[in-house]
Nanobody, 114 residues
């Protein structure tokens, strides 16, 4: 499984970005897809994930601001990020979990200026 993440960039606090993660296989065969992030000097953490039946969960720090969704026709998962804060600055990674194996995309950098 190959994952191609895109959509990162530099934005001001309060603005929005949408990240995309395109998969190399049919997305509805993937059990769980998620977005993780890693800030400088910190461990990688879960941001949001979505299952094959569209069940979602979010980190407390992003609830109400971020939304994860999937487009099966495009084999793509999105992370809509609204109300961005400087503490959201990190490299964001796409993850796919299928048949007991986890796969990672290359990461996309999100920088939020105050």
């Amino acid at each position: 499984v190959q994952l191609q993440a895109s959509g990162g960039g530099l934005v001001q606090a309060g603005k929005s970005l949408r990240l995309s993660c395109e998969t190399s296989i049919t997305i509805f065969t993937i059990t769980v897809m998620g977005w993780y992030r890693q800030a400088p000097g910190k461990q990688r953490e879960l941001v949001a994930r979505i299952t094959s039946v569209d069940s979602t969960n979010y980190a407390d720090s992003v609830k109400g601001r971020f939304t994860i969704s999937r487009d099966n026709a495009k084999n793509t998962v999105y992370l809509q990020m609204n109300g961005l804060k400087p503490e959201d600055t990190a490299v964001y990674y796409c993850n796919a979990f299928q048949r007991g194996v986890g796969y990672w995309g290359q990461g996309t950098l999100v920088t939020v200026s105050s």
